[in-house]
């Protein structure tokens, strides 16, 4: 399941970069997101909490960034497996940030969410509801973050 | 797998909101039990306590007064269904009961849970929501009222806070000239809604105007849903065609429906576009007749 | 004709009263002393390798006796196809690399079934994903993974069937059409999913409980895999909770249980759970059809050519006989004088796809006679004309490949045009469409590589009368011995109520290929009527000598009286002949053998049933919503010999095969099968079925038993076609992919829509 | 006229294509090694025969069997 | 942990203690020992557990067995009075109601229900009353039939 998107805001690209990459930017704009803890430079880890109705799924969750070229481009892993191994779900986000006139930067974005095991199978359809809305809550976060933090 | 739980059985209301204060979040309610078993089989709702209400008789009834109907929490879908009272008052509730799931599944599940479920494609709630039905929500500090519209809060989750529990359901007394209906499309006859519509009509005394219009949809947004946008279009006027056509367009725009292996996105928009106007034609049939 | 006795009668399954009162035991409801349960664990990812396999946390839960991996076995890969090593590529539980999401990594076995299931999570298998494949089409390019080493394209298997000369034939066609189709796939959901229980014993002996289709070629399998002597197996099939062709292969849960029943010497059950079933076991073959058909001006085609590409997910399995049959089935039920098929069989990371009943031929009748439908309207013939004209006769060759004896089709034909006439003009938005096909009854072709006959029987008569029948068929659920039965008891001259049946269990029944195919009425039929009539021909001979009748004199037994067949009121008592009789032979009882197997009857099947079938649907317009309003199939099987058990065969062939055309399939999100309960699964119910009729047509095939041919799985193949053909009469528009769902109509006719207002433009 | 499988010995009485039909559609290591070994490449040929009507995968290497695989009988 | 549960199971009472997850197919099947009432799914969708709890059908995998503390179940096994098949048995058997026979318990006892409700169903609502059971053998008609004829008075009741 994928989100694409992108948008532009009144920001330097490096300030913008620089935000971006800054310890726990990217993790914090995890929904469900508590006691997120830095192992190294690259590496988060945590524990995510997700609510669908009356299913509460708690995952163990580590984001790495995998690819960095800075200041246009990160991409970040995030990989969690369900307390109580109901399955495991996987994040692959992808920003790519670019100058466009007049100071802006345009921040494109691409979310793939996807789960393996018990949680993937059990109901397709409340499944794949709950994780297009992880996924936008996701990039809602990052976009609200950098343009409460930059875009003023 | 199911987890090993502890298992009360409260005989009273006032029990079985004590226990829900004690263990809070830690434990789940049951009753008939037919969707949170799947769930717990399943291994991803795994409660340490259950309360099981399926014994509390007080809330097992179907009372005609003058507020309307009221219908306990844990009477059952079969109870309901064949309800003297309700096939008289409001057959569109009756005539959704015995398309809802199988005869084994409403033989033991009620209608309280099934509203507390939460699910968007469930049956009653739009039917329900036609009718302007409300909620009694019990807690520890006392009852609350909510119409049934407000009640549904995101994909099976409801407005109930910990420690309350669903007691009743009030429906109205139907004004004079209304006629109710209920569809469901879905590719098998007793199966979930792919989209579901109920709309009522009421009509103004002689003239034939729409005085009044309710139209709810299942399975096309988080939760069921009253359209009141489509409403607007026709409330006031005499119903044509044409206005039906452009309740449905209009009706489409409420909705945000998800693509899933059932139907695609576009396909549940056509189909509110589609039975929109033909359920609320034949309200308007049943409202004449009335 | 009418003389029978005992067949045509409408009797009671000889099993029935064990069914209607709950009394029959299946596998999943045997329980043994000292008995444990097992689950297995699955992969999660399509294609991976396996780094490491850490059973020690699983294995330290109380209550947990074993866990094995694919490092416990001895690492050899099965299939079906034995007498082709290179198709033989499953391990069941795999040692260095997954395949397809649930592919088996470990099993547990522990003292109940939630240990087990406790005990799966604590196992950990560490992953290194690989990238995957899901659609043959692409996983034909030269740039996709490769899934079995050295396989080029992922090409398992490819097919090519000619006759004639195509190329020339198709210069001189009047009008040649090319179109493509896609078929889904589907799932068999028997209601009682796979189980075995499996009992090695100290004495190295293994017994198996298991609800199966084929003791024998489980049996056989097993002694593969485990290195064991067929003999040191016994496999026994109880009643079987439905097969519809996924349960004559090994199976996880039967090597899994049998692993670690090895390594216990304690009783095993193993039962797949629902979602398992789904993911983890066979499936109907998704295919990509390429159809090139060409006919002249007054509707005789002249040629046709086909090219398939199916999903061969993970394995071969019976993939390899799919494909041949949807192959050989495209060219049905027609005579067509040049036609040449290819088809490739290419794995891809999805769950294995093999036989279900029909077996390929489902695929290959719904494009062909949605296309010669399509043929007929652009020649301006009508539907049932069109196939008159085509239609296969009697006593026809299907050039180099088959010959076809008995053959009903054009009596079909005339039924089911009657039919439609008699229907007359339809309401609006109403229409019937026709599909014609025809299925083999057995195959010939010995793939398996058995040493033995295909069929066998042994036929034994006690001191009371009674006959007992052994016989390596399996009854699971079409009622095999109730017909087999019935067909003992007819040949012997004894009530139905005087049979017993022994099958499928390879400790006392002589082996026989199993239930697939369509095979057990005639194949089974006619080893069990052989060894019927050679203990019939010893009670007659007896019967002879005591009575001292005259030479010139035949004798017969009917109903249990033995006598002269020209003065019937001549004779005696069969029970004091058998009595008298087993005396004389110094108190043997009185033994048949029977046995079968097809010879210079091609390279198909020995013989082939016929049937046309019209479907009438009701098209919502507004949604693309239709119902299944009738279904009447005018189909010929020779001789019916049990005429309930046709009509269960037929009406439930309507329910599976409706759901094929309407609502049936296996959506997938990178192999990931995103329905796998039944739930979420759509099949046909009783307020969806449409109103069945059935009309028989008389034929009789010589080389049957009593005249009798195959009504099982044929019947399984019109209605998908016949459905696209209703669609297109109710509402003009044409489905070419399966299954037929209102959203496609719904898209299709607005589709039409938009180019009805161009087209006025 | 009958045409031999130089990999397997099996006897074709028809024509070099179906010797070619035989030898693509067995398509095990030995025949694909072979096949290969005249210059052709083994999945291009099937690829030939999987995109198109008209059967062209076979008929190239039916040309090198009528000079190769020819048994006079 | 484990509770005391009281109830009857074809007439015959019994007092077992169980887990509270325990399941009254479960019970049923493994402690009672009946194993007639069968299991085909795991969410609710097949109705091959389907038994009579106080006279109604219940999919007993979808019931806790606690919950049926107190009830009077009927199984499959319940049906038959000693040698005698009830009516709708010997009408299944007639009409050949069933192929594999592993949903027939479930049919059964769907249709006992329903004809215990409502002894004259027309034929919508015999196809109402088994809609929550999927038979993949039969294509349901002849079941119909056999409720049918039952319905019109074919199979006398057994005294």
């Keep these: 399941m994928k989100i694409e998107g992108k948008f532009t805001m009144k920001a330097p690209i490096q300030e913008t970069w620089d935000f971006l990459l800054a310890p726990g930017t990217l993790v914090s704009c995890i929904p469900g997101a508590e006691k997120m803890e830095a192992v190294d430079d690259k590496t988060w880890e945590g524990i995510v909490k997700q609510k669908v109705g009356p299913i509460t799924i708690k995952l163990n969750f580590t984001q790495t960034l995998t690819e960095l070229d800075p200041p246009r481009h990160v991409k970040a892993m995030g990989l969690g497996s369900a307390v109580g191994g109901a399955g495991t779900f996987t994040q692959e986000t992808i920003v790519d940030i670019k100058e466009v006139a007049g100071g802006e930067v345009e921040v494109a974005y691409s979310s793939n969410v996807s789960l393996v095991g018990r949680l993937a199978t059990f109901g397709e359809r409340i499944m794949r509801a709950k994780v297009n809305k992880i996924g936008g809550q996701f990039i809602q976060n990052l976009q609200d973050k950098l343009e409460s933090e930059l875009g003023k | 797998m199911i987890n090993d739980f502890e298992h009360f059985t409260p005989k009273t209301l006032k029990e079985a909101l004590a226990l829900l204060a004690k263990y809070g979040d830690d434990c789940k309610v049951i009753c008939g039990?037919?969707?949170?078993?799947?769930?717990?089989?399943?291994?991803?709702?795994?409660?340490?306590?259950?309360?099981?209400?399926k014994g509390i008789s007080e809330l097992s009834y179907i009372k005609d007064d003058k507020d309307g109907v009221k219908i306990g929490a844990t009477t059952t879908h079969r109870a309901v269904e064949k309800s003297a009272v309700i096939k008289k008052k409001y057959p569109v509730l009756a005539e959704m009961e015995t398309r809802l799931a199988s005869v084994q599944t409403r033989n033991w599940g009620t209608i309280g849970g099934n509203v507390c479920h939460g699910d968007p494609a469930g049956d009653p709630v739009p039917v329900l929501i036609a009718l302007n039905a409300t909620l009694t929500v019990a807690g520890a500090r006392g009852t609350r009222s909510i119409p049934v519209e407000n009640f549904s809060l995101d994909y099976f989750e409801v407005d109930l806070k910990d420690g309350e529990l669903l007691a009743e359901i009030t429906i109205p007394p139907p004004p004079p000239r209304t006629g109710a209906v209920y569809t469901k499309f879905n590719i098998i006859e007793s199966d979930l809604a792919t989209v579901s519509v109920a709309a009522s009509v009421t009509l103004g005394a002689g003239d034939g105007v729409c005085q009044d219009v309710r139209i709810a949809l299942g399975a096309v947004a988080p939760t069921a849903i009253r359209a009141k946008k489509a409403e607007k279009v026709l409330k006031g006027k005499k119903i044509t065609d044409a206005l039906l056509k452009e309740a449905g367009e209009v009706a489409a725009t409420e909705t945000e429906p998800i693509s899933d292996i059932y139907a695609s996105e576009e396909y549940r928009l056509e189909l509110v576009k589609a039975l929109v106007p033909r359920m609320t034609k034949e309200a308007l049939a049943r409202a004449k007749k009335a | 004709m009418s003389d029978y006795s005992v067949i045509g009668k409408r009797v009671h399954n000889i099993d029935g009263t064990e069914k209607v009162t709950g009394s029959g035991k299946y596998t999943f409801d045997v329980v043994l002393p000292n008995m444990l349960y097992g689950k297995i664990l699955r992969s999660p990812h399509p294609h991976a390798k396996i780094l490491k396999i850490d059973t020690r946390r699983a294995k330290r839960l109380v209550g947990v006796k074993a866990v094995v991996t694919g490092?416990?076995?001895?690492?050899?890969?099965q299939g079906i196809w034995r007498r082709f090593p290179e198709l033989c590529d499953e391990e069941i539980l795999c040692r260095a690399k997954v395949r397809y999401i649930g592919d088996a990594v470990a099993a547990v076995a522990a003292i109940d079934e939630d240990t087990a299931e406790e005990a799966l999570d604590l196992i950990d298998v560490e992953y290194e994903p690989l990238p995957a494949v899901f659609d043959p089409m692409d996983a034909i390019k030269e740039d996709a993974p490769q899934i079995h080493e050295g396989v080029e394209l992922n090409i398992n298997i490819n097919r090519h069937i000619e006759w004639g000369d195509v190329d020339e034939a198709f210069e001189k066609c009047d009008h040649i059409r090319e179109d493509k189709f896609k078929c889904s796939s589907q799932a068999h959901v028997c209601m009682e999913t796979h189980d075995a229980v499996a009992s090695f014993g100290h004495n190295g002996k293994l017994e198996v409980w298991t609800s199966s289709q084929s003791s024998y070629y489980i049996q056989r399998l097993y002694a593969d895999m485990l290195d064991m002597n067929e003999s040191d197996i016994r496999v026994t099939n109880r009643h079987t909770g439905g097969g519809f062709?996924?349960?004559?292969?090994?199976?996880?849960?039967?090597?899994?249980?049998?692993?670690?029943?090895?390594?216990?010497?304690?009783?095993?059950?193993?039962?797949?759970?629902?979602?398992?079933?789904?993911t983890a076991t066979k499936r109907r073959t998704p295919m990509y059809y390429f159809l090139k058909l060409g006919a002249k001006k007054d509707g005789t085609m002249l040629a046709k050519e086909v090219r398939v590409i199916t999903e061969g997910g993970a394995y071969t399995a019976m993939g390899a006989t799919a494909l041949y049959l949807t192959g050989f089935f495209s060219s049905f039920p027609y005579k067509y004088p040049n036609y040449r098929y290819d088809g490739y069989r290419v794995y891809t990371n999805t769950a294995t796809t093999s036989a279900m009943r029909g077996f390929g031929a489902p695929q290959s009748t719904f494009v062909g006679e949605s296309q010669i439908d399509m043929m007929a309207e652009d020649l301006g013939i009508d539907p049932v004309e069109i196939r008159r004209k085509n239609g296969m006769t009697p006593n026809y060759e299907v050039p180099g490949q088959a010959f076809i004896q008995s053959c009903g089709l054009h009596q079909c034909l005339d039924k089911i045009e009657e039919h439609i006439e008699k229907r007359g003009k339809l309401p609006p938005n109403h229409g019937i469409g026709v599909s014609a096909y025809g299925f083999m009854s057995g195959g010939i072709f010995n793939w398996f590589n058995t040493p033995y006959a295909f069929s066998a029987a042994v036929v034994r008569i006690n001191i009371d009368g009674k006959v007992d029948v052994y016989t390596g068929t399996c009854d699971m659920g079409q009622g095999s011995n109730t017909t087999l039965a019935m067909i003992c008891a007819e040949e012997l001259g004894v009530r139905l109520e005087d049979v017993r049946m022994f099958s499928g269990d390879t400790g006392i029944c002589p082996p026989d290929l199993g239930a697939w195919g369509?095979?057990?009425?005639?194949?089974?039929?006619?080893?069990?009527?052989?060894?019927?009539?050679?203990?019939?021909?010893?009670?007659?001979?007896?019967?002879?000598?005591?009575?001292g009748v005259n030479i010139v004199y035949d004798l017969d037994i009917k109903d249990r009286w033995v006598h002269l067949v020209d003065r019937p009121e001549r004779g005696v008592s069969y029970f004091d002949i058998v009595k008298e009789a087993i005396r004389g032979k110094d108190g043997v009882a009185i033994m048949g053998r029977g046995h079968y197997t097809p010879h210079r009857k091609g390279m198909i099947s020995p013989a082939y049933s016929f049937g046309v079938q019209a479907a009438e649907v009701e098209v919502d317009p507004e949604t693309g919503r239709y119902k299944l309003v009738n279904v009447t199939t005018a189909h010929e099987s020779g001789t019916v010999i049990n005429p309930v058990g046709i009509e269960g065969q037929l009406e439930g062939a309507i329910m599976m095969a409706g759901g094929y055309g309407f609502c049936e399939d296996q959506p997938m999100d990178e192999g990931k099968i995103l329905n796998p309960s039944i739930a979420d699964y759509k099949l046909i119910r009783s307020l969806d079925m449409p109103e069945t009729d059935i009309l028989e047509i008389d034929t009789y095939e010589p080389e049957g038993p009593f005249g009798a041919k195959e009504a099982g799985e044929g019947l399984t193949n019109p209605t998908a076609g016949a459905i696209g053909n209703a669609v297109y009469k109710a509402v003009g528009v044409r489905i070419y992919d399966l299954p037929i769902t209102p959203e496609k109509v719904f898209k299709a006719l607005k589709e039409k829509e938009k180019q009805q207002k161009k087209a006025k433009k | 006229m009958s045409y031999q499988c130089p990999v397997c010995n099996k006897v074709s009485n028809k024509s070099a294509l179906d010797l070619a039909r035989h030898m693509i559609g067995r398509g095990d290591k030995v025949h694909r090694d072979w096949i290969n070994s005249k210059g052709f490449k083994y999945s291009e040929l099937l690829a030939l025969q999987f995109s198109s009507f008209g059967g062209e995968g076979f008929k190239s290497l039916a040309e090198v069997l009528e000079k190769e695989a020819k048994v006079k009988d | 942990m484990k509770k005391e549960l009281k109830f009857k199971v074809n007439g015959q009472p019994y007092e077992i203690f169980v887990k509270p997850k325990t399941?009254?197919?479960?019970?049923?099947?493994?402690l009672v020992g009946l194993t007639g009432t069968k299991r085909g799914c795991s969410s609710s969708s097949c109705g091959a557990c389907t038994v009579m709890l106080d006279g109604m059908a219940v999919k007993s995998c979808s019931v806790l067995a606690l919950q049926a503390n107190g009830t009077e179940v009927v199984t499959v096994e319940g049906l038959a009075k000693g040698n005698?098949?009830?009516?709708?048995?010997?009408?299944?058997?007639d009409h050949g109601s069933y192929q594999c026979g592993f949903c027939t318990p479930g049919m059964l006892m769907s249709s006992t229900a329903l004809l215990t409700e409502n002894p004259r169903p027309t034929k919508l609502e015999i196809k109402e009353g088994i809609d929550g059971n999927i038979c993949r053998c039969t294509g349901y008609n002849a079941i119909v039939r056999a409720v049918t004829a039952v319905v019109k008075g074919e199979y006398k009741e057994a005294k």
Excluded: H, W
């Excluded at chain 2, 039990?33 to 209400?53: N, T």
């Design chain 2, 33 to 53: 039990g037919q969707s949170l078993l799947i769930l717990m089989r399943q291994g991803l709702v795994s409660p340490k306590y259950i309360v099981d209400i």
């Design chain 3, 71 to 77: 490092k416990d076995t001895l690492g050899r890969k």
């Design chain 3, 245 to 278: 062709g996924s349960k004559f292969e090994l199976d996880s849960a039967q090597f899994c249980a049998a692993i670690l029943s090895q390594k216990l010497c304690q009783p095993v059950k193993i039962v797949l759970t629902r979602e398992e079933e789904f």
């Design chain 3, 518 to 547: 369509s095979r057990q009425t005639l194949m089974g039929g006619n080893a069990v009527k052989m060894a019927a009539a050679e203990c019939k021909q010893q009670l007659i001979e007896f019967t002879a000598a005591k009575m």
């Design chain 5, 23 to 30: 399941l009254l197919v479960e019970v049923l099947r493994d």
């Design chain 5, 84 to 93: 005698e098949l009830s009516p709708l048995q010997r009408a299944f058997l």
